[in-house]
């Protein structure tokens, strides 16, 4: 049985063709696209075959059923003989159970919080009951499915884009957005399911960055919003109002008692403007999708050195996707400030592997397509690579989908990979902002909260630039290092929670990213 090792964070090492990460590697990574025949001075190595770019290969013979090692750590093990030089992928790589020591582990590595000297700040709104938002929208939220087309119709008389004077004269009003979705009925009444998407809208509808909530029901649905309201502990008012479209006499005369309701909202939505704050009002969810192999090396280390930053200014990082935190789990008990914390967390652990085995599924599914692609094969490679993105600070706690997070630190929610449902869950919880890294490319926006993308290559850059708002390419090529593009990180979060539009801002993302985990049967 093998055992994952403790080493420290890697550190990558750029040379002209490879990047190796860890001394004890015996993988390196491939800088751009290597012929057969290639000699690599750096490791000694005549390559046997072409590697793409960003994909691993031999650095010696390694032996069936012999662990492959990246970062350090155990990313999968040889299902063939990998002779030196070749290609390491899912051709010959495979995933393999092995002792990671979790428990074992538990707050080794926790360490107390140094607080910044010079509190950071940005400009926020701050709402009168002592909340700070980072956008300023009024929002239109469903109970059910059936209301989806009610709510769109409402929210689509005030687009900027289609009516270019409906707003013009509320400047301070980043926009109102129809956030749907595809349940709130035929699912058990008592039911978790229900009680995931009631928690959901709760803490959408009580987000700071919304100055007002509508909530539009069909009126038979299975998620009454009178019990929606009981349940969350909710109170009704001027800026969180209810009504259905049977109770309103129907489609038309529901859209148009939701277009007054908005008209009548748009003056006191208005009366905003932002002012210094401190930088641990932020929250930030922590997000990547279409990932590939440089993700791990780049924008995931950086965007963990800027959340190091964040904390330290008293701010809260949401890390989540808890199957691609699968088989790094040891790295964050390692630093876990207690044993209830760690506790916590491998008990989500365990409760996915018995989601998946129910399911019939698997989690080294996890990987898509473009993933590999992209240079990854296993979900622990992945894996290893994705909790980078929480930096080096304490976990101060694990909490469930959707739960509200308790302010300064990391924290860790319980989400799936998926990125759409999984940013869901954390604006639920109170995510003021998304930092979202790719090196594919995802086209992702998140209403009410900005997103902000970060590619992990130059190439990407250079192609989706239009897409992308930061890129941290310049650590793989030599140009800057990881805490130096955390640090750029950082400032960009400051300049976008205080109103700077992000790019998936200014195309328009956000209100069909609005995916509620839906948990349960359908009956």
């Not at 700070?132 to 005030?158: E, K």
């Not at 930053?309 to 890390?319: C, D, E, K």
């Not at 449902?421 to 490319?441: K, Y």
Request: aromatic content about 4%; overall charge neutral.
């Amino acid at each position: 049985m093998a055992t994952a090792s403790n080493a420290s964070t890697p550190r990558a090492v750029a040379t002209l063709q490879t990047i190796r990460l860890h001394v004890d590697d015996n993988v390196v990574i491939a800088r751009r696209q290597l012929i057969s025949g290639t000699r690599l001075d750096e490791e000694g190595v005549l390559l046997s075959g072409m590697i793409p770019t960003g994909h691993k290969l031999a650095v010696r013979d390694i032996a069936i059923g012999e662990p492959v090692r990246r970062y350090g750590q155990i990313i999968g093990f040889a299902s063939q003989a990998i002779r030196t030089g070749q290609h390491v992928h899912v051709h010959n790589l495979a995933m393999g159970s092995f002792d990671r020591d979790a428990a074992a582990v538990a707050c080794l590595d926790a360490k107390p919080i140094v607080p910044a000297e010079q509190p950071a700040r940005f400009m926020g709104i701050v709402r009168a009951d002592g909340r700070v938002a980072t956008r300023n929208y009024i929002g239109i939220l469903t109970s059910v499915n059936c209301s989806a087309t009610v709510a769109r119709a409402i929210a689509d008389q005030f687009r900027r884009d289609v009516r270019p004077q409906a707003l013009a004269d509320y400047p301070n009003i980043d926009g109102v957005v129809a956030l749907t979705h595809g349940a709130g009925c035929a699912v058990d009444a008592d039911g978790e399911g229900l009680r995931v998407l009631r928690r959901t809208l709760a803490g959408y509808a009580l987000h700071p960055n919304f100055a007002a909530v509508l909530v539009i029901g069909l009126g038979c649905e299975t998620n009454q919003i009178a019990g929606w309201i009981e349940a969350q502990g909710l109170q009704p008012s001027t800026t969180l109002q209810t009504f259905t479209i049977q109770e309103s006499g129907g489609t038309a005369l529901a859209v148009q008692r939701g277009v007054d309701a908005v008209r009548g909202l748009l003056p006191d939505a208005n009366r905003v403007e932002r002012q210094p704050v401190a930088a641990s009002h932020l929250m930030v969810g922590l997000q990547c999708g279409g990932s590939d192999s440089y993700s791990g090396m780049t924008a995931n280390p950086a965007l963990g050195a800027a959340m190091d930053r964040l904390v330290r200014h008293g701010g809260t990082a949401i890390l989540s996707e808890t199957p691609e935190i699968y088989g790094a789990e040891h790295l964050l008990t390692r630093r876990a400030q207690s044993r209830v914390v760690a506790g916590k967390l491998l008990d989500r652990i365990r409760w996915w592997e018995r989601y998946c085995e129910r399911m019939g599924a698997d989690m080294n599914n996890n990987p898509s397509a473009g993933n590999k692609a992209g240079g990854l094969t296993t979900i622990l490679e992945k894996s290893l690579g994705a909790v980078a993105k929480g930096g080096s600070s304490n976990l101060v706690d694990v909490v469930e989908y959707a739960q509200p997070v308790p302010a300064g630190g990391l924290v860790f929610m319980d989400t799936p990979g998926y990125d759409p449902v999984s940013a869901t869950g954390q604006v639920a919880g109170g995510a003021n902002l998304i930092c979202f890294t790719t090196g594919r490319g995802s086209a992702y926006g998140c209403a009410p909260a900005p997103s902000m993308k970060l590619a992990t290559n130059t190439a990407l850059w250079q192609r989706q630039c239009a897409d992308m708002d930061i890129n941290c390419g310049g650590i793989v090529d030599g140009e800057v290092s990881v805490d130096a593009m955390g640090e750029q990180i950082f400032r960009q979060i400051l300049r976008i929670a205080s109103g700077e539009k992000t790019k998936s801002e200014l195309h328009g993302y956000g209100q069909n990213e609005f995916v509620p985990w839906q948990l349960g049967a359908i009956t």
